[in-house]
């Protein structure tokens, strides 16, 4: 993570669409990690954007305490005022420890691409994660999906953080380096996909279906018991 920012996005349709543009992604996540029992869990959001992951999975599975960290100092500030009675806090901050540690399990996503220095990352993952536990980092934004230079052009065109440009390779070695058990799939490879009008992301329905299927993936990095 770098300096804290106001938003992530120049244009706030970007930011303000996430929520209802991800809550199925985010439905399949928390299906896909299939965690069990979390009533007495702390769970991680990195990049929590405007909140809207965490409140999904307390209303799904309730937890203990959900805490979620974001630089865009806007998008916390909307994150809070939505929580209403769940147990979560939001936060701006620089540093995953500024969440705390003791984590049970952490959630990414679309946001590890933007990560410069993977290396990092997966320390602090590492540090605020209780031994044993898991980070489940979806993303689809990486060099090997043939998609991924047109889509880097242009979100770099709208995006207040830099687009670095990380293969599935680089990810996934950063945290085996740092001690971590590394698993993949792909991640929606057996949901239903919605195949909304071709646009600038995908311009095919096959597109589409090749980015969700085949591209899309979700991390699993397990912490050393």
Known sequence: ??????????????????????AWIWHEMIRAA??????????LDVGCNQGGFLRMLYDQRRY????????????????????????IAYLAGTRLAEAGTGFDAAFSHEVIYF????????????????????????????????????WRTHIQSFSNLPVPDHSVAAIATAFRDAGF??????????????????????????DTLELYTKWKLLFRFTTPS
């Open 181 to 206: 058990e590394v698993a993949v799939s792909r991640f929606l490879a057996n949901a239903f996909i919605p195949l909304d009008p071709p646009g600038i992301y995908c311009p095919t329905d096959v």
């Open 115 to 150: 990560i410069d220095d993977l290396v990092d990352h997966a320390g602090q993952i590492l540090e605020v994660l209780k031994p044993g536990a898991s980070y489940f980092a979806v993303t689809c934004c990486h060099s090997d999906s043939p998609l991924w230079n047109a």
């Open 34 to 43: 299939d965690l069990g029992d979390l009533s007495a869990a702390k769970i």
């Open 1 to 22: 993570m770098t300096a804290l920012i106001e938003t992530w996005s120049i244009r706030t349709d970007e930011e303000d669409s996430m929520t209802d543009e991800h």
């Open 64 to 87: 203990r305490l959900g805490v979620g960290i974001d630089l865009a100092k806007q998008a916390v500030a909307l994150a809070e005022a939505r929580k209403g009675d769940r147990p």
